[in-house]
């Protein structure tokens, strides 16, 4: 159900910063929660990509805006750049009672009214200024296990 959802993030994503990418999430019920890539050009670029993606998708509850070296279809590297580029005080975006999905359980349901919920967009970027040396993976040295398998 998401899938058609994906374009109209990007585009809207698209109008304000440069999208390279947009992801709704099976975890997320394949509705409720996307992750977005840009490739940042600005301060505000990541800022600006949670507004609009809300706008692209109305019923989308959570987004995780990320840099263009992580890849949004593994959340492994989207938690990945949450723990290491994310601050809460500063990287974090709340709407507080935003219309929402009628699939979302947690919601607030009245009939004949539209559903209302909060809203999260987190801002898993490079911060803008920072040494992107600093924001860079970590890779372990390789290793050839035969040296350390027992001699008979």
């Known amino acids: 159900m998401g899938m058609p959802r994906e ?6 994503v698209n109008k304000v910063v440069r999208c390279t990418g947009a992801a709704i999430t099976p975890g997320g019920t394949s509705w409720l929660h996307a992750v977005v890539q840009i490739d940042k050009q600005g301060p505000e670029d990541g800022r600006l990509a949670i ?3 809300f706008r692209g998708h ?3 509850k959570h987004v995780w805006v990320v840099d263009t070296d992580v890849d949004i279809f593994q959340p492994s590297d989207v938690e990945w ?7 809460a005080d500063k990287d974090l975006v709340i709407y507080t009672d935003q219309p929402g999905s009628s699939l979302d359980p947690s919601g ?11 809203k ?3 801002d ?3 911060p803008w200024g920072s040494d992107l040396a600093k924001y860079q993976r970590g890779e372990y040295g390789r290793v050839n296990l035969t040296d ?4 008979k």
């Open 120 to 122: 999260m967009g987190l």
């Open 124 to 126: 898993c970027t490079i």
């Open 7 to 12: 374009p109209t993030i990007f585009a809207a």
């Open 108 to 118: 607030t349901h009245k009939p004949g009214q539209k559903s209302r919920t909060a």
């Open 58 to 60: 109305g019923s989308l």
């Open 81 to 87: 750049a949450m723990a290491t580029r994310f601050q």
């Open 51 to 53: 507004e609009a993606a």
């Open 148 to 151: 350390y398998l027992a001699q």
